[in-house]
């Protein structure tokens, strides 16, 4: 268990409403990422952190944006949720001694 | 780019017999490999990992080998257990990306196992 939390767990909006998701870690990891879930494509990375304020794209970030004003903390949000955005959502922490990504339980969110 | 491949499942299998699933990659250097296991309804858990060629990773009777010169990593098991019933990715960390460090996952492979 890495001390990984993540809230919600679930949660159904509408289109056009903004949503952050939020990921919480205890064990002071420098390294955060969110991924989304969707069937047939594994997953893929939304962004990813390296420290406090410090945070970059990854492949599929078009209508998320990160923030991540505390170690401890890693915020996703969706300025104006569309349907194509319903997945299943993972937090992860990298762990620089193992150099291993551990993941949270995840969000499922579905956008009507 | 880098890139994953993995057998399309489902996998069917009957308890305790042998499992196989197929994993190759596409990366530049020597990337560190993985498997992760998903079972219904909860996030995912490394299973094992491999960070140079020739290296074999193991965990709970599950195995594989880093094969440089096949670009694969397949996953086997000896005797399976309904249990084992979830979704395996494999994922790769590419070695020249010293900052972000991200995974980079297969499709998944679904394996079912039936008593």
């Known amino acids: 268990d890495a001390g990984i939390t993540q809230s919600p767990r679930h949660k159904v909006t509408e289109t056009g409403t903004p949503v952050t998701l939020r990921c919480h870690q205890t064990?002071?990891?420098?390294?955060m990422y969110w991924y989304r879930q969707d069937p047939g494509h594994g997953l893929r990375l939304i962004h990813y952190?390296?420290?406090?304020?410090?945070?970059d794209k990854g492949e599929v970030s078009d209508g998320y944006s990160v923030s991540r004003s505390k170690t401890e903390d890693f915020l996703l949000t969706l300025e104006s949720a569309t349907s194509s955005q319903t997945s299943v959502y993972f937090c992860a922490i990298k762990d620089r001694a193992q150099e291993t990504q551990y993941f949270g339980p995840g969000t499922r969110l579905l956008v009507l | 780019g880098n890139s994953v491949t993995q057998m399309e499942g489902p996998v069917t299998l009957s308890e305790e017999a042998f499992l196989t699933i197929n994993c190759t990659y596409t990366a530049t250097g020597y990337p560190s490999l993985f498997w992760y296991v998903q079972y219904p309804g909860e996030g995912l858990q490394l299973l094992l990992k491999?960070?140079?060629?020739?290296d074999k990773g193991s965990n709970k009777g599950f195995e594989a080998t880093y094969r440089k010169e096949t670009t694969s990593f397949h996953l086997e098991k000896g005797s399976v257990q309904v249990s084992d019933s979830a979704v395996y990715f494999c994922a790769l960390v590419p070695f020249e990306d010293t900052g972000r460090r991200a995974l980079t996952f297969g499709s998944g492979t679904r394996l079912q196992v039936q008593p």
């Open positions: 491999a960070t140079k060629a020739d």
């Open positions: 952190s390296y420290g406090v304020k410090d945070t």
């Open positions: 064990e002071n990891h420098r390294y």
